[in-house]
């Protein structure tokens, strides 16, 4: 849905407010601070309701609260400060650790001139400060609304940051609905979505977000979902993940996807890549060689000098031994890497 139809005329605010319950705004979670918040219980058409507010407001916040995806533990900023709505602020994603009782999803809407600009997600335990800007706080909001009011902003004319930031969103509810919308932004999505989607999908949606980044990497013709899917699997909890990505750097079709698996497997598992690290550079594949080289610089401090200090007085390959020489160095902070030895971004 284009942006302009979140333009709504101010005369249906009579119909908002006559639909809308409000209340004190002691009810409100404690944690969004400086904040003239209202409550509104949601009725009828969430896109609607939510398009009749911002119509109605200069600048504020409108909000709710669903479930979050099991896999994720929270979604904040800087531990130990509140995360200041009105600021340009990261947003930390934490995959889940313990059985504790699970927060909740906050998803925030920017209203501004009669338009939705802006979107940010936070779960429950992360404090926000809202900069005494006016606050809706929708109750009972349905997951399943929530996903199609958020699918409605990613459109080809916003912004990348604005579609990463409304499919991190997607990507954090709990239930069938968000997984629905992340497929269908892969299969027919604008660019930017198509590639946050597989990762949303990919990290954080449990066993169907593992099996699509991997039918991706088999299938996908477009080399930066292939990648995007490459990254979501290094990411991906699921078993099978490590030998998906040894597989890619073992196999894979292309030089650059072959190495950045290896990049990425030794990543993960750095404390035992050391055997296959050493197999591939006495290969006969150039890129992997390189790769693997590289990846020793992934490998625990002792580990990493030992290798490279191996390769330097053993291998009988001269460019083996020279960038193992100057790995070395780099190691020991007495070099920086060269540009021809880094691997593209």
């Known amino acids: 849905m284009s942006t302009q139809r979140w333009r709504v005329a101010v005369g249906m605010a009579a119909l908002l407010i006559g639909r809308a319950s409000f209340s004190p705004s002691a009810a409100v979670p404690p944690?969004?601070?400086?904040?003239?918040?209202?409550?509104?219980?949601?009725?009828?058409?969430?896109?609607?309701?939510?398009?009749?507010?911002?119509?109605?407001?200069?600048?504020?916040?409108?909000?709710?609260?669903?479930?979050?995806?099991?896999?994720?533990?929270?979604?904040?900023?800087?531990?130990?400060?509140?995360?200041?709505?009105?600021?340009?602020?990261?947003?930390?994603?934490?995959?889940?650790?313990?059985?504790?009782?699970?927060?909740?999803?906050?998803?925030?809407?920017?209203?501004?001139?009669?338009?939705?600009?802006?979107?940010?997600?936070?779960?429950?335990?992360?404090?926000?400060?809202?900069?005494?800007?006016?606050?809706?706080?929708?109750?009972?909001?349905?997951?399943?609304?929530?996903?199609?009011l958020l699918s409605s902003l990613v459109t080809p004319e916003a912004s990348g940051e604005t579609v990463f930031k409304t499919i991190l969103a997607i990507g954090a509810h709990a239930g069938p609905a968000a997984d629905e919308a992340l497929l269908r932004f892969i299969r027919t999505g604008p660019p930017e979505a198509r590639k946050d989607a597989v990762m949303q999908l990919g990290n954080a949606r449990g066993p169907l977000g593992f099996e699509t980044a991997r039918d991706l990497l088999l299938e996908e013709k477009s080399p930066e979902i292939r990648e995007q899917a490459l990254f979501a699997v290094a990411l991906s909890p699921q078993p099978g993940a490590e030998d998906l990505l040894l597989r890619t750097a073992r196999g894979d079709r292309d030089a650059a996807m072959r190495s950045r698996a290896l990049l990425l497997y030794?990543?993960?598992?750095?404390?035992?890549?050391?055997?296959?690290?050493?197999?591939?550079?006495?290969?006969?594949?150039?890129?992997?060689?390189?790769?693997?080289?590289?990846?020793?610089?992934?490998?625990?401090?002792?580990?990493?000098?030992?290798?490279?200090?191996?390769?330097?007085?053993?291998?009988t390959v001269p460019e083996v031994r020279h960038r193992a020489e100057l790995l070395l160095k780099i190691a020991e902070g007495r070099s920086v890497l060269p540009d021809h030895l880094k691997l593209a971004n």
Request: charged share 25%; proline share 6%; net charge negative.
């Open 266 to 315: 030794t990543g993960r598992v750095s404390d035992r890549a050391l055997p296959l690290l050493s197999e591939l550079v006495a290969g006969d594949d150039p890129e992997l060689r390189s790769a693997a080289l590289l990846a020793m610089m992934q490998l625990p401090e002792a580990t990493r000098r030992e290798a490279l200090k191996d390769l330097e007085l053993h291998s």
């Open 31 to 148: 944690e969004i601070g400086n904040a003239r918040v209202q409550e509104i219980r949601v009725s009828g058409d969430l896109r609607e309701q939510v398009g009749q507010l911002a119509a109605q407001q200069g600048r504020a916040w409108i909000g709710y609260e669903v479930p979050l995806v099991s896999d994720l533990g929270g979604i904040c900023c800087r531990p130990g400060a509140p995360c200041k709505l009105e600021q340009k602020a990261e947003q930390t994603v934490q995959r889940r650790t313990n059985d504790g009782p699970a927060p909740r999803l906050r998803v925030l809407l920017r209203a501004d001139q009669g338009r939705i600009g802006e979107v940010r997600a936070y779960s429950t335990d992360c404090a926000l400060d809202a900069a005494n800007l006016p606050v809706f706080w929708l109750q009972e909001v349905r997951p399943k609304d929530s996903v199609a």
